[in-house]
């Protein structure tokens, strides 16, 4: 019997209806308004345009972490706080230009503590120096994470590329970001909305197991006479290495941060978050391949492609104007 005669019309076109939902969501469930569904992020992006794009990246942030341990950990933040604000599009990055740009890197969750823009600038002048044009400023996050994190000593993984950069900034999200002083639930609904479970969840909580915090955003606050951006390690043990040792110090209480701790804590930590704590505790592997495919999933939230967006020639300024 034909499929036509088998199916009626109405059927055939609700089939139809989900292949295409399918295929949407395939390409991106959280995508960025303007962005071409018909293009896919891939580590080989800029074989051709670019080849040695990584290892431009690489040397900048080799001789930065030399002058400053505090490197690696600050610019795998700049990428967690940018894909959380409209996707991973570079908006963090860009400055006040009032009325049109109102810069989310000082927003309160940023500013005076999201640092590392002078690295990206040096990584971008250096880029444009070698591939004029090509290497945009929200790729540049993205390679600078993976690179950050394996020269930490932790895992290494293929980044899909091919982002292109926002024209705009979006301050009431970026007041909405994840919070040290955010309960669990509250953490998980953040994370849920971008497409991201508990595993995602517990896994990129784990990059706090390199770099500092100021003392006001931890469980013990400051000490007697310490200015409150007087910085802590987060993870006392190995603070400049990635390693699975965080896990360990939530299981024993001592994660600086609340937003850490409340992973096992929380009421509802023990029926979510808290067996992934004590598996990833168990198993710095286990934690790594995670982490590695948590990023690569973060990474991919609503990137603009194709015709969409710009390649910023500053990672500080849109195109549009003669700066």
Request: aromatic letters at 6%; one cysteine or more; a neutral charge.
């Amino acid at each position: 019997m034909a499929a036509s005669s088998r199916f009626p019309l109405a059927a055939r076109c609700s089939l139809l209806l989900t292949a295409a939902l399918v295929l949407a969501l395939s390409l991106g469930a959280h995508g960025h308004a303007g962005a071409d569904a018909g293009a896919r992020l891939s580590s080989s992006f800029y074989d051709d345009s670019c080849p040695g794009a990584g290892d431009i990246v690489r040397r900048v942030i080799q001789k930065a972490r030399v002058a400053d341990a505090r490197i690696p950990a600050s610019l795998i933040r700049l990428h967690f706080h940018d894909c959380f604000v409209q996707g991973c599009d570079g908006s963090l990055l860009l400055d006040n230009d009032l009325p049109a740009i109102m810069a989310e890197k000082e927003v309160p969750a940023n500013d005076r503590s999201a640092r590392g823009f002078k690295v990206v600038d040096d990584i971008k002048r250096a880029l444009e120096n070698a591939c004029p044009g090509i290497v945009s400023c929200a790729d540049i996050l993205a390679l600078a994470s993976e690179i950050s994190v394996e020269l930490a000593g932790g895992p290494r993984w293929s980044v899909p590329l091919g982002r292109r950069d926002g024209t705009t900034t979006n301050i009431e999200s970026a007041n909405n970001l994840p919070s040290p002083f955010d309960s669990l639930e509250t953490l998980q609904e953040k994370f849920k909305n971008l497409g991201l479970d508990d595993t995602d969840l517990v896994a990129l909580q784990g990059a706090h197991t390199f770099g500092r915090a100021q003392c006001q955003f931890t469980q013990r606050n400051c000490s007697a006479g310490q200015d409150d951006e007087t910085l802590v390690n987060l993870d006392t043990v190995t603070p400049d290495v990635f390693d699975n040792k965080y896990y360990g110090n939530l299981l024993r209480g001592r994660a600086p941060l609340p937003s850490d701790q409340v992973m096992l804590s929380d009421p509802v930590a023990a029926a979510t978050t808290a067996r992934i704590v004590r598996r990833f505790s168990g198993s710095e592997k286990d934690f790594f391949k995670n982490f590695a495919a948590s990023m690569v999933k973060m990474g991919n939230i609503s990137p603009l492609t194709g015709r969409a967006g710009e390649i910023r020639n500053n990672c500080r300024r849109v195109n549009r104007k003669p700066y």
